[in-house]
């Protein structure tokens, strides 16, 4: 296995796109007759978790764990540090099998921030995209394939990546823009939170502004609405049809937090719910029932159903047993994965799995300040030359560029047997 990953690592970026049509038209014709039998079919189900802890006083630095949701074993399962990264991770993105991963440090480098990027079947990272130095990158959003929306709460902006060329290529500034921070797409708009919060050094304390969503237009990547909500926003996600949900903290004092339901076709606020309390993370199903972590007042899980905007468990109702969680996500099972973490150094942050019954199915044991979580599924196949987690018009060009030769080791020799001709190019084709 490491011979293969050694050779597909000297794959450059040197794709030459004008791909012999013959070749393809070749292809094409042997995929009719050929089936597709060939699919090597392994699948991993994998979460991804970043321990956001960093301290050199205590010899701890932030770093990511993979998690085998397949293996039984719950210790074995785990492999606590994948990579270290070293600064702030602030969010975790999967696409294919990359994680991208932003991060900055504010406390010694200023010239730190960027987005590391993970194969998440080699284990190790293949790439980074450089953010501008002292922008603080904190949420991502798969706009398409090849386009990425990046949060940068300490510049206002909101950064433009090309997938493709690994780097930041447009950035968005709009007079809204106050900490841009929590990031959600839908119907072809991005909608992101301005908490619009300020250190008042002489206070000791933040001051909040006004609080508002900018809509953005992710064809023209221009701001087409502001959206003023209540104080302090900062999640926000979707349902994943009609409505964005946006979280306000209020100002952990006298200001509780809300709810702002947001139709995604008028873009207008369809319902605010008072939280009554401080609430931490929040993820949703695909009944679109809400889970939100509830404040120290009122520890555990409420869940607010959004179709019929009512209450499920309030905060005088909570699952008091996932108390305490940072990240949450649901796999399509409907089971939530909450990332407790621990910030004492003592070691003892958790990945618990909430089943749809809201019974604990499983914790494993994790690092230091588990702190987000996502899910992966890595399906290792031949025919994905780049290893990127699709098979594509780039694994395509790959195995044309090596067309006739033979030899060890060449990419685009997909079914290693030494020679790159007319069977890899279908093995490729087979898939689109
Ligand atoms: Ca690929
Ligand atoms: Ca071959």
Redesign the pocket.
């Known amino acids: 296995m490491n011979n293969y990953f050694f050779f597909r690592r000297r794959l450059s970026l040197r794709l030459n796109h004008k791909l012999p049509s013959f070749l393809l038209v070749g292809a094409m014709l042997f995929t009719l007759l050929i089936s597709s039998g060939f699919a090597q079919t392994e699948v991993q189900n994998l979460a991804v978790v970043v321990n956001a802890l960093d301290k050199d006083d205590w010899n701890i630095t932030s770093s990511m764990s993979i998690v085998d949701l397949d293996e039984p074993n719950l210790k074995r399962a785990v492999d606590s540090e994948v990579i270290t990264i070293g600064g702030v991770p602030s969010d975790i993105l999967i696409h294919g099998h990359l994680a991208y991963i932003p991060n900055f440090d504010w406390l010694s480098d200023y010239t730190h921030d960027s987005i590391i990027i993970v194969n998440l079947e080699k284990r190790e990272i293949i790439g980074v995209i450089p953010i501008q130095a002292g922008a603080y990158p904190q949420q991502l959003a798969l706009v398409n394939s090849n386009k990425m929306y990046v949060t940068c709460d300490n510049s206002h902006q909101v950064h433009v990546v090309n997938i493709g060329s690994r780097s930041v290529t447009k950035i968005i500034s709009d007079a809204s823009f106050n900490k841009t921070s929590g990031i959600t797409i839908l119907n072809g708009k991005a909608y992101v939170t301005n908490p619009a919060w300020e250190w008042d050094a002489v206070a000791g304390k933040s001051i909040y502004h006004q609080s508002t969503v900018a809509v953005i237009d992710t064809q023209t990547d221009s701001v087409i609405k502001t959206i003023a909500v209540p104080i302090n926003a900062g999640g926000i996600l979707n349902d994943g049809e009609s409505t964005v949900i946006v979280k306000t903290t209020g100002n952990y004092s006298n200001i509780p937090g809300n709810l702002v339901l947001i139709d995604a076709t008028t873009d207008e606020i369809t319902n605010t719910v008072n939280l009554k309390m401080t609430p931490g993370s929040f993820a949703i199903n695909a009944q679109k029932q809400l889970f939100i972590q509830g404040s120290w007042q009122f520890p555990g899980l409420l869940i607010y159903d959004v179709p019929t905007q009512e209450w499920i468990r309030d905060r005088d109702n909570t699952l008091a047993e996932f108390a305490g969680g940072s990240g949450m996500t649901f796999d399509p099972d409907g089971n939530l994965y909450i990332a407790k973490p621990d910030w004492t150094g003592g070691g003892l942050s958790t990945l618990l799995v909430m089943g749809p019954d809201e019974t604990l199915i499983k914790t494993y044991q994790l690092g230091h300040g588990t702190d987000k979580v996502a899910l992966a599924q890595v399906v290792p196949r031949n025919e994905d030359v780049n290893d990127d987690g699709f098979v594509d018009i780039k694994d395509l060009v790959i195995v044309a560029q090596d067309f006739g030769k033979s030899g060890e080791g060449l990419l685009g020799?997909?079914?290693?047997?030494?020679?790159?001709?007319i069977?890899?190019l279908v093995l490729v084709a087979q898939y689109f």
């Open positions: 020799d997909v079914n290693g047997d030494g020679v790159v001709d069977l890899d």
